[in-house]
């Protein structure tokens, strides 16, 4: 799952075992509360994806507690998100080439991708 700020831009990224409603809420609760206490503001808004994780009762109690609004793009339509789509594209052909290139096994695939963002 990949977090990005929208001023910023900067990104940051979990890696889940699992995409459901549980773990993307935890996940986005850890970046909330990093991010609020490095920048001293708060997240006001969120995009998201039309992905199923989102719409459930949990995420909703969520956003109504945190005051979040939610900003969902059109199903199919990726260039609604378009800088978080770029970014992973990025991302992910960064990684590709790093794997290629040093010829590391797929297992530090997850490795490879948080030095990428990193850098």
């Known amino acids: 799952m990949m977090m990005m700020d929208g001023f910023l831009s900067y990104r940051t990224v979990a890696f889940l075992p699992a995409k459901s409603a549980d773990i993307t809420l935890k996940v986005l609760k850890s970046y909330q509360t990093e991010a609020e206490?490095?920048?001293?503001?708060r997240i006001r808004q969120l995009r998201l994806d039309m992905g199923r994780e989102w719409f459930n009762t949990a995420?909703?109690?969520y956003r109504k507690d945190q005051g979040l609004v939610f900003q969902f793009?059109?199903?199919y339509a990726h260039q609604q998100n378009g800088t978080a789509e770029h970014s992973m594209c990025m991302i992910?052909?960064?990684?590709?080439?790093?794997?290629?290139?040093s010829g590391m096994p797929l297992k530090y695939w997850a490795n490879t991708v948080s030095t990428v963002?990193?850098?």
């Not at 052909?93 to 794997?99: F, I, V």
């Open 37 to 41: 206490c490095q920048t001293g503001k």
């Open 117 to 119: 963002v990193y850098t």
């Open 73 to 75: 793009t059109t199903l």
């Open 92 to 101: 992910l052909d960064a990684t590709r080439s790093a794997m290629a290139e």
């Open 59 to 61: 995420w909703e109690q």
